[in-house]
């Protein structure tokens, strides 16, 4: 795929401001669109959009196909009718810089079942057709996934390893019998999706009409507790019980110095391949309705994985394990054509990585932030070493902010030594000193995460990798949002021409 030169912005939906305990899909939302068409960015990066459950991990979902019911814009749906403004009486003051999942969850969800009894009582017959029609034509991973969702509530959120037998292990007649009681609930959670489906796509319209083009995250793996799990067991490697019998993770790296215990269970490849990977057909596109390119998580994992005993506490024991990846792109390009895939290449990367990214010719990773400290020059991070075919970010979701990471041990006296000789002067805006060189690179994509337009510091962080409890709950608040950089992005941008129509300026520095 040929990507043109062009920038933009990572900021997952749910740290854009917003009065209901976390940014969703609504008037913040195109608000974040015209700031990026304001600044000629062409680019929208954000995490895997599923359903988060225990940790709110978007890398850990319920479903690889469905959407984040808690994307969902409530204001919409007062203007549909099935909310009315008695419904927010009871509005909590949910915290502006953060999301509060413990106390976001349950109230947003009390809410959606408000508004799916406002539908089941004032819906339109047109209104009616279409949430049927949808229904119907989604119904290959919809109909597992409402009626997991409602066993699972029924079992008081429990993982499906710890429902009754014939239901953890979907004997006909216990799932027959299941559909039947949970009906109600099997609707209501497919209202839900038809909602966040149906909200989304308007988002995307309005995007791409303002030539804005949508980056998604493809986590390599599942989640055991998932409906894709639960429904397609043959594909893992699970024991009678369905337990998994090795996870996934990473062995010891920049990030841990005990590597990454993921514990999502591990594909039986030899049974993906035996069905044409018609799984992973399925999935790819399924997410290439929802955006316009995909990055793929971790994507060492096609060539080789990291497999750990599931019952192993750290991920130092594992092994690498060969993976089909060159049989499934093959696969993908037979079916597809040339897909929009970024290959997330980051880590102990061996040769057969690289000639399986370069031989589908999919454009990789490089982060700023792990470039400096060897001055002979060879690190394939710092910018002189890009070949065009790539997507620069100044840092990951994964990573410190800038400034948190330039104020932290991390950079050290010799990182900030290398960075100004780098660069030619003394370092005053580290983050714009990131941005420039990200944007002034020859990576045709350059992305930067929000926090580092700002200039925020490690609270802004969005997480911590190996570490539990704290992620993913940064948000923008209505103020740091107005104090975004138009007019510097914007000059910067044109000036490095990453939106070719636009007309080149140079950049003012003294500007914040």
Request: aromatic fraction near 14%; charge should be negative; proline fraction near 6%.
């Amino acid at each position: 795929m040929d990507f043109s030169r062009s920038s933009g912005v990572l900021l997952h939906p749910t740290s854009l401001p917003g009065r209901y305990g976390l940014g969703d899909l609504g008037e913040w939302a195109y608000r974040f669109v015209d700031f990026l068409v304001e600044t000629d960015q062409t680019l929208w990066q954000m995490l895997p959009l599923g359903p988060t459950s225990y940790g709110d991990s978007p890398y850990q979902a319920l479903s690889t196909f469905a959407g984040n019911p808690l994307l969902i814009n409530p204001d919409r749906l007062v203007g549909l009718g099935w909310l009315t403004p008695q419904d927010f009486a009871d509005l909590p003051p949910f915290p502006r810089h953060a999301v509060d999942y413990g106390w976001v969850i349950p109230w947003r969800f009390a809410l959606l079942d408000k508004a799916y009894a406002g539908f089941s009582a004032r819906a339109t017959p047109d209104q009616r057709a279409a949430f049927a029609a949808w229904s119907q034509e989604s119904a290959d991973w919809l109909d597992d996934f409402a009626l997991f969702v409602a066993i699972k509530e029924a079992n008081d959120g429990h993982e499906w390893t710890k429902w009754a037998k014939g239901l953890a292990l979907r004997e006909p007649t216990a799932i027959a019998a299941a559909r039947t009681t949970h009906a109600a609930a099997i609707e209501r959670q497919k209202f839900r999706q038809w909602v966040f489906h149906t909200q989304w796509f308007e988002l995307k319209a309005y995007a791409n009409s303002k030539g804005v083009r949508l980056i998604g995250d493809i986590p390599i793996f599942v989640a055991h507790d998932s409906s894709d799990v639960w429904s397609a067991r043959d594909l893992f490697y699970l024991d009678a019980d369905g337990m998994p019998t090795v996870v996934a993770g990473v062995p010891p790296d920049y990030f841990s110095a005990t590597g990454q215990l993921w514990g999502n269970p591990l594909y039986r490849w030899d049974a993906m391949q035996a069905t044409g990977f018609n799984w992973w057909i399925k999935r790819v596109r399924s997410v290439l309705k929802l955006v316009d390119i995909v990055r793929i998580d971790h994507f060492r994992g096609f060539c080789q994985y990291w497999e750990i005993p599931a019952q192993d506490e750290t991920a130092v024991g594992g092994e690498w394990v060969d993976a089909p990846g060159q049989a499934l792109f093959e696969t993908f390009q037979s079916v597809f054509g040339d897909i929009p895939v970024i290959a997330e290449d980051l880590g102990e990367i061996t040769p057969d990585v690289y000639a399986l990214r370069d031989g589908f010719n999919l454009p990789g990773m490089k982060v700023l932030q792990f470039a400096w400290g060897d001055t002979r020059g060879v690190n394939v991070f710092l910018p002189h070493n890009y070949i065009p075919n790539c997507i620069v970010y100044t840092g990951t979701h994964d990573n410190n902010t800038t400034v948190g990471w330039w104020n932290s041990s991390e950079a050290n006296d010799a990182i900030k030594v290398h960075i100004g000789a780098y660069v030619g002067h003394w370092i005053n805006e580290i983050n714009w000193e990131m941005i420039r060189l990200a944007l002034g690179s020859v990576a045709r994509m350059a992305v930067i995460p929000a926090q580092d337009l700002l200039g925020l510091g490690a609270d802004a962080r969005m997480n911590i990798p190996s570490v539990q409890g704290g992620n993913w709950a940064w948000r923008l608040t209505e103020e740091q949002f107005s104090s975004l950089p138009r007019q510097r992005l914007r000059d910067m941008t044109r000036f490095f021409a990453r939106n070719p129509g636009a007309v080149a300026a140079a950049p003012d520095h003294s500007r914040k």
